[in-house]
């Protein structure tokens, strides 16, 4: 008969050690590494169980694992004596191996990396996910060259994610790139483990972890979008067209990518509204019309203005910036190849289209329109994310509260 158990290669380590399954019979054993890791912490000697805590990700899947491989021990052994052969380590680790071992002979560097750009090939999520997704396969692939650190399924482990975060950080990036890159691998690696290619969970890890700072990013008041509404552009129909757009974004929240596809079928309740299935998220929302729209609709005949692109635009609203004269000097704070770093810009530097998005949401809320009511509009599913587009100075929120009822 035989008898399994599980146990810790370092049961006193400081951080995750392999899982061993000990197959002992008529004298004999075998020592087989499960390829699982646990912190001894973590660890139910008495079980021989992952404990199943909150900061354990993955327990169950693990545990799962972990009692397939003693009963995968147990079904090939009495096998090999209903067959009347000889049981023996070398046959059973064979018999283990062919189960847990060649699914997973895929798993070498050219087919992970195979795997990942499939993935984006196929991938139906919106051009801007595309990007941030080949921009990770990119420093994957990065990785592995420089570092000479072959990848594959199952080498994505806690040692890994710190090698990988050091060379990110020797390459230049900034802590908020580094925890996209970490993002978009954990989605490549569950992927992965939907379609049965690995079993490797430690990926799950709550230390296995994107680590982000909060961005510094800039809205326009009221005052200057009004400035920018009032530029004399005449002569220049291309920077008409970005100034006339980017307004009707300071005023309904949407993304790039709804401004450009708007037109004339979205507006509603003649054209007091408009009504758009965001690409993003495929949310229904449905906006009034601000002053400014509809005297920009007016001078279009009641069509939208169109732009070339998303670069072209963010171009042109550097130029309407300076025209402007948004000339406030703005100090933002980052960490750059691991290096806390400030640098200073005149405001129209920092105009994007997406500041067209938090400037809506921030003057907003800056007028009282309730959380709720701009969430609506913005098409954000919880507070805590829409709050991170409230973009007022301390000074801004000092004046906001002066006429509350509390302080009066």
């Known amino acids: 008969m035989a008898s399994t158990t599980l146990v810790l290669k370092e049961p006193k380590a400081d951080s995750a050690t392999l899982i061993y399954l000990l197959v002992r019979f008529s004298n004999q054993r075998l020592k087989y590494s499960t390829g699982q890791k646990i912190h001894p912490d973590n660890w139910n000697e008495e079980t021989q169980r992952v404990r199943n805590l909150r900061n354990v990700p993955g ?28 049981p023996t380590p070398n046959k059973i680790k064979k018999g283990l191996d062919e189960i847990f071992k060649d699914p997973l002979k895929a798993s070498s560097p050219k087919e992970f990396i195979e795997f990942i750009d499939n993935f984006i090939k196929t991938s139906t999520k919106a051009p801007t996910t595309i990007k941030l997704y080949k921009h990770t396969f990119k420093v994957i692939k990065d990785f592995q060259e420089k570092a000479r650190y072959p990848l594959n399924f199952d080498s994505i482990d806690m040692e890994f994610y710190e090698k990988f975060l050091a060379f990110q950080a020797s390459q230049g990036y900034f802590m908020n790139t580094i925890a996209t890159v970490i993002k978009n ?98 949310e229904l929302v449905i906006i009034p019309l601000h002053t400014y729209i509809l005297n920009i609709l007016k001078s279009y005949d009641g069509k939208i203005p169109q732009v070339a692109s998303n670069l072209k635009m963010n171009q042109d609203l550097k130029d309407i910036g300076v025209l402007a004269k948004l000339n406030e000097q703005i100090t933002l704070h980052y960490t750059k190849g691991g290096v806390k770093t400030a640098d200073t810009f005149s405001k129209h530097e920092l105009i994007t289209v997406h500041t067209a998005r938090r400037s809506f949401a921030t003057n907003a809320y800056i007028n009282d329109i309730p959380s709720i009511s701009i969430m609506k509009i913005t098409g954000h599913r919880t507070e805590r994310a829409f709050l991170k587009y409230i973009k007022i100075t301390q000074e801004e929120n000092a004046t906001k509260l002066i006429n509350h009822p509390f302080f009066i």
């Open 59 to 86: 327990a169950a899947e693990m545990n799962t694992l972990l009692k397939n491989h003693m009963d995968a021990a147990h079904d090939i052994y009495r096998t090999l004596i209903n067959n009347k052969e000889v």
């Open 185 to 282: 691998l954990k989605v490549f690696m569950n992927e992965a483990l939907d379609k049965g290619l690995t079993k490797n969970v430690a990926f799950k890890s709550r230390k296995f972890k994107k680590v982000q700072e909060e961005s510094e990013s800039i809205y326009l008041t009221q005052a200057e979008i009004t400035e920018i509404y009032n530029l004399d552009l005449t002569g220049k129909d291309d920077l008409r067209k970005t100034r006339d757009l980017f307004i009707i974004g300071c005023y309904t929240g949407l993304r790039f990518s709804d401004l450009s596809k708007l037109n004339e079928k979205h507006l509603i309740d003649n054209n007091t509204k408009i009504r758009i299935l965001t690409q993003k998220t495929g």
